[in-house]
């Protein structure tokens, strides 16, 4: 019987005796599944930002590479001490090569861990000015439904961005759904 049994067998012994020592054990377990939930985290930030640097060697562009554990997500940000515009190349248009760098930064973390990642990437603060930018596009469409009582179709955007909406949108008090396939999903924001 290994240390963990034996450990195992001594606690369960104890939570038949004593009914606190349940909510104990039970406290024990939670903590570290959080804990080895975080360091998987951790160790999906450490793959990640390996596999960013090596690219941005290659691609001979500073960057500094910051890694946080938010909301049980990993959060990978890169960004510039001066005004690099290596740095901006890799957002491109619409954040679509910064996109594709986060779907490549996933993938390394897949290929290291074969754990599938939901990490964020973001480079130059691209992703909080465009949260803004959402913010803003989920009350003019809220505006708008009020105004005519019809749903209204937004652009199509990235899953994450679509999140992002869906959350302003709720918080305004008003229903919003993904409809669409691939490159075309978008948002619908209705009354109900």
Known sequence: MSVESTEEATAAGATEELGEATVETDAEDESTGKSSSVSRLEEEGDVAADYLEELLDIADIDGDIDIEIRNGRTYISIAAEDDSAGLESLVGRDGEVLEALQEL??????????????????????????????????????????????????????????????????????????????AGRHIVVSVD
């Open 105 to 182: 930064a996933r993938l390394s973390v897949l290929s290291a861990t074969e754990n599938r990642s939901r990490l964020v990437l973001d480079i130059n603060g691209y992703r909080k000015e465009r949260a803004g930018d959402l913010q803003q596009i989920a009350e003019d469409a809220v505006a708008k439904v009020k105004e005519t009582g019809a749903s209204v179709a937004l652009e199509p955007m990235s899953a994450y961005e679509r999140k992002i909406v869906h959350d302003a949108v709720a918080d305004l008090g008003f229903v919003s759904e993904s409809e669409g396939e691939g």
